[in-house]
């Protein structure tokens, strides 16, 4: 056992909430498509090397490694960090995961690709959309007169139509298209002629030139709004049957002209610009698709929300002109010669559908395009935002806004560059510089070293309970396990699969399978009727299959977090149906508190990291019988997060406490634990046990009740530890 002795909280947690800031500038890797709440990739990095290498995880980050012969397997490996982790520091993988999208991602992101003729061919679909649908990008720059000035977004308002008296109207929830943070004045909308109106204060923003009075608020409030021709009071979804119809009100525009004038160009359409609406539209209408997917939105929790506007085939939820791009993109790649270029280019267009439609939303703040998955939903609003598919850059060459072929094409250039240089990120103080660790690679066969031993690398697109893996065959399972709970990645990857396997083919390897969806994924599902106990059992088979496959002493690992109780009883569940105690629970940064799907909840950034193997001891120190005892471990493990810099919530605080419980509860079970009892009688027998030990409130309760008396952290050496970074840099 080593990740008991060689882990340092403090310096993961360091490592973890600076990468969670920005994490592709940390691990570009996960720049070859969306998947939803990574991991850390330096959180797995950290515990591997604790695990298998010789010493303190302070004095073994930085160092290059190659742990030839070692195993490890990922059962739920989503969007595959533990498994890029362990795969470039040498080890041979294996990854599992029921959706054909996670089983794709992961080979993107370790299969090897000819970078030279991947850019060649990008560069020629770049050129080539350009030619074909450049000019319905442009606009004329009402402030220089400039007739082909670069659209970055178009602003669209969903219209509805007056049961009453059947005229068409506006629904804007309010007037604000920009706030003042990153341009110099607020931008408010006129609800008479629609100009837009820079004013300093939206409370007070006086007139627009046409003598309506301006204002923030709109007129549509919790799903309804009056007609403004007769008065009369609309719900939603307020049309007939059909998806929701649209009206283009504003732009966001590039002029290098202007390149001085403080902040962003906005403009209302003028009739050279709905001209190209029209034209874009009546191009794609002469268009006989070849790779736009005709396929029904299946019911859904998420999805059932798209069917409530009237949205009932995927190809509904795009524009026009975005469906022309789409398509010209997808023909465009259907000739790429190359199979595995043309596999990179096709695992583009899947990761740019989620800018490249109409339930993105313009953040009035940032001033940029949110993608659709930035919620882990599909979110219908009033106002969407189309961003330009072609992109723009600016003189030295970087990408300006987002949601382009000119921004997924770079990010997933860096992330294959990644994988023969990865890095780590040193600081000195505020300084960050790059650190390249020479010798680690992600991938089969380093390209550029060809004497350098191969790993073996298995991933596969299957349950976990049906894989063959042989007794004592593993040195470790490291992984992030599905979150009990409603987020639907099987629905919401599904909204990319149908394009993936529309462009290249049911038959082409890995799109085997019609959809992402599965009746047996582990998640909370009211509409396949996905329960605990459902997760419990799922887990518990997966564990069994796991730990009988471990070689004594091997650690299974996995991240873990949840704001209620009943999911950490059936993480518990099945540590014990696997034969397996639980030496350790750590908590680490997992999340960023700014992401926008969990911003103002109560959630919690903390996972726990649950260490559970067949034989060990805990360490004293992590030993409690009641919640007094539970407060003072905490205390101490606060203070080492604080260290790193985090600010740990109530929130964070409870998922801590509940994953010691957790812990000392399995350890008080194992001994008399019968796998055969019913899965309600053992989820119930684990609550009684965790709620003898203690509870999360008491818990919380006195360490509120020490709030503003001094503590002093006992393992100091952990401070120390903490400047090795520095120290090795200079050596």
């Known amino acids: 056992m080593t990740i008991e002795k060689n882990y340092n909280i403090s310096f993961i947690a360091a490592l973890a909430l600076r990468e969670k800031q920005i994490q592709q500038n940390y691990r570009p890797i996960i720049a070859v498509h969306k998947w939803f709440a990574r991991r850390p990739g330096t959180l797995f990095r950290g515990l591997l090397l604790s695990e298998f290498a010789a010493g303190p995880i302070a004095s073994t980050y930085f160092k290059s490694h190659r742990f030839a012969g070692i195993t490890v397997v990922d059962p739920f490996m989503g969007g595959g960090t533990p498994l890029l982790e362990a795969n470039r520091i040498g080890c041979n993988v294996v ?26 061919t990008a560069g020629r679909l770049a050129g080539h959309l350009a030619q074909e649908l450049g000019h319905f990008y442009k606009t004329r720059c009402p ?13 669209w308002v969903k219209t509805g139509t007056c049961v009453a008296c059947g005229q068409e109207f506006d629904l804007f929830p309010g007037y604000t298209l920009a706030e003042d943070a990153r341009h110099p004045a607020y931008v408010l909308i006129c609800p008479g002629c629609g100009d837009l109106n820079e004013v300093a204060d939206p409370k007070n923003p006086g007139n627009c030139a046409c003598g309506v009075r301006l204002r923030a608020d709109g007129p549509v409030k919790r799903n309804k709004c009056p007609c403004p021709h007769c008065g009369q009071m609309n719900a939603t ?10 009206r283009l ?11 001085k004038r403080p902040g962003r160009l906005f403009k209302k359409p003028d009739a050279e610009d709905l001209a190209r609406v029209a034209a874009a539209g009546a191009a794609w209408q002469r268009m006989r698709p070849s790779f736009v997917p005709d396929d029904a939105i299946p019911e859904g929790d998420e999805s059932s929300r798209l069917h409530r506007w009237g949205y ?9 002109r975005q469906l022309l791009a789409l398509e010209t993109s997808a023909r465009f790649i ?33 001033l940029k395009s949110l993608d659709i998955f930035s919620i882990h939903g599909f979110p219908v609003s009033y106002l969407q935002v189309e961003s330009n598919i072609l992109g723009l850059r600016n003189p030295n060459g970087s990408p300006i806004g987002s949601g382009a072929w000119v921004n997924i094409t770079e990010k997933y250039t860096k992330a294959k560059r990644y994988c023969t240089a990865p890095f780590e990120v040193l600081f000195d103080g505020k300084k960050k510089t790059t650190h390249y660790v020479v010798g680690e690679w992600i991938g089969e066969k380093h390209p550029e070293l060809p004497d350098a031993a191969p790993r073996d690398i298995d991933i596969r697109c299957l349950s976990s309970t049906d894989i063959e893996l042989a007794p004592d065959s593993l040195d470790g399972v490291f992984t992030d396990p599905p ?5 639907q990645y099987g629905e919401l990857m599904h909204f990319c699969y149908v394009w993936l396997r529309k462009l290249m083919g049911g038959d082409f390897p890995g799109l085997e399978l019609t959809t992402t969806r599965h009746l047996d994924e582990l998640t909370g599902n009211a509409t396949a009727e996905r329960n605990i106990e459902h997760f419990a059992e799922g887990l518990a088979a997966v564990y069994t299959r796991m730990a009988a496959a471990l070689k004594p002493g091997a650690p299974l690992l996995f991240t873990y977090h949840h704001n209620k109780q009943e999911a950490y009883q059936a993480a518990a569940l099945a540590i014990l149906d696997a034969g397996l105690t639980c030496s350790a629970s750590l908590p680490c940064p997992a999340e960023m508190g700014g992401s926008i799907h969990i911003h103002g909840t109560a959630s919690s950034i903390v996972d726990t990291v649950f260490v559970c193997r067949d034989r060990g001891a805990t360490p004293r120190a992590w030993l409690f019988e009641d919640a007094a005892g539970l407060a003072r471990l905490m205390k101490r493990e606060l203070a080492e997060l604080r260290l790193a810099g985090m600010k740990p919530t109530l929130g964070d605080t409870r998922c801590i406490a509940f994953g010691h419980i957790t812990r000392m509860a399995i350890g008080g079970l194992r001994p008399e634990w019968i796998p055969s009892w019913s899965t309600a009688k053992k989820l119930a027998t684990i609550r009684v046990a965790m709620d003898a030990l203690a509870t999360v409130e008491e ?13 002093t952290l006992a393992t100091m050496p952990l401070l120390s530890e903490q400047t090795r970074i520095r120290e090795y840099r200079t050596r």
């Open 312 to 320: 009932e085939r995927f190809s509904e939820l795009f524009n026009d």
């Open 143 to 155: 402030l220089t007169g400039r007739a082909d000035a670069d659209v970055k977004y178009f602003m």
């Open 95 to 120: 990854g599992t995961d029921i959706n054909p999208m996670a089983a794709w991602v992961v080979r993107e992101e370790i299969d090897a690709l000819d970078l030279c003729a991947y850019t060649e």
């Open 249 to 259: 009100f504003a732009m966001e525009y590039h002029n290098p002209e202007l390149k």
């Open 483 to 487: 979150y009990f709970g409603m987020v």
């Open 334 to 366: 259907a000739g790429v010669t190359d199979r595995r270029v043309r596999r990179a280019l096709a695992t583009n267009l899947s990761d740019l559908l989620r800018y490249q439609n109409m339930l993105c939303r313009y953040d009035a703040m940032a």
């Open 699 to 711: 818990a919380c309760a006195l360490l509120q009740a020490t709030e503003g008396k001094v503590f």
């Open 237 to 246: 979804p307020f049309h007939g049957a059909g998806p929701p119809t649209h």
